[in-house]
């Protein structure tokens, strides 16, 4: 029995062995000082005449001794730029010429310059899909001008460029002034693709006073919404984003004005659900979104004054909403997720117009019920 015991933790012993010695060999092939290796945080894509070109803001880690994470008394990332045919193939030029081995674990924002197609978004992010670890959760967003030019802002603060800028867009798609887009949303969605347009501001624009070191919100803005189709792309205007937002389920804040008696009331609204059914009526395709959500005025109002609120709150959000979701529909413009609706619904149906689905939703019906509560 003795003699048993001792053989099988002699074999337990050995294997444990084996298996330490491969991870040792292992890491010791593998192994990557961090003056080696680049951590990407963001990088631009843009047109050129070869085909394409990337730039990638790489982290600097603080040097031997510091207390922070970041070099606070310089720029706290260095700015690669190369060109391929491909985005791949420009990725891997950067490599080559940065001397590093990229490592796009911590990538958090993609930026497409205002010239880039969207037709085919898996040729485009071929790269992301490949063995490169980029999180699915990577902001995407598209500059107004170049990309390059949002790459080549580098920030002397506790935060990369890259984190502030992503702060920028989550805060602005939270409050309904855009509305964000992922790698995983781009990838999965079947109608048309929102996503935020930042702008440069220009010095000249800045306030003087700080212009030595400029913050992110000096730096750049939210300029809209880029609404992008097979035919092109257009801006969603400011004032029809809060609608977009709550037609799409993307909403978690907002704000809206209303005349009541006279008074001048502004409700910010919070707590949005959206909940859709698609029926076949007479030959027609009937979408009917239903929505709630909660208004918190900036006046005291009284049980009867807080009824009307709520009545004229809804009817303005139902006007607006419907005027919006039919317009874009008629044109084949769908960011409202119609498209995977009418597929998981009325597949055969969907079979037959997929490629051509502006002729299925132009097809489509719209009604839509917003209960609004006041808080």
Known sequence: MKKHYKHSARTVYLLVTAVMCCILLSARGRSIS???????????IDTCEKGYRVSIQIFQPAGSGSDTAVDVTGANVAVAVSEGKTVSEALSAAGSSTGKELFFGHLQLICLGSDIRLDDPRELF???????NISPSADICMAQGKAEELMQLKLTEDETSAEALSSLI???????RTIGCDLRSLFSDEGSIAMPVLE???????DSSSADSPTISQSVKVAGTAVITHEGKSILPEDATLFAA???GKAEKGSIVTILDDISITSELDNCRRKR??????????????IIVSARPDHELDTDQSNKLSTAVSNTLVSDCTYL???????????????????????????????????????VDVIVNITVKVV
Do not use: C
Request: proline share 2%; glycine share 10%; aromatic share 6%.
């Open 277 to 290: 059914t698609i029926t076949a009526e007479n030959g027609r395709l009937m979408l009917t979104t239903n």
């Open 126 to 132: 071929a790269f992301a899909l490949g063995g490169r």
């Open 325 to 363: 979701q039919t317009g874009m529909l008629r044109n084949g413009t769908d960011i409202f997720g119609t498209s995977l609706l009418i597929k998981q619904r009325f597949p055969k149906l969907w079979l037959k117009y997929q490629n051509t689905p502006e002729i299925l939703l132009s097809a």
């Open 170 to 176: 989550k805060t602005s798609a939270e409050y309904s």
């Open 246 to 248: 709550l037609l799409s």
């Open 200 to 206: 440069v501001i220009s010095e000249s624009d800045t």
């Open 34 to 44: 961090i003056d080696r290796r680049g951590i990407v945080h963001a990088m631009g």
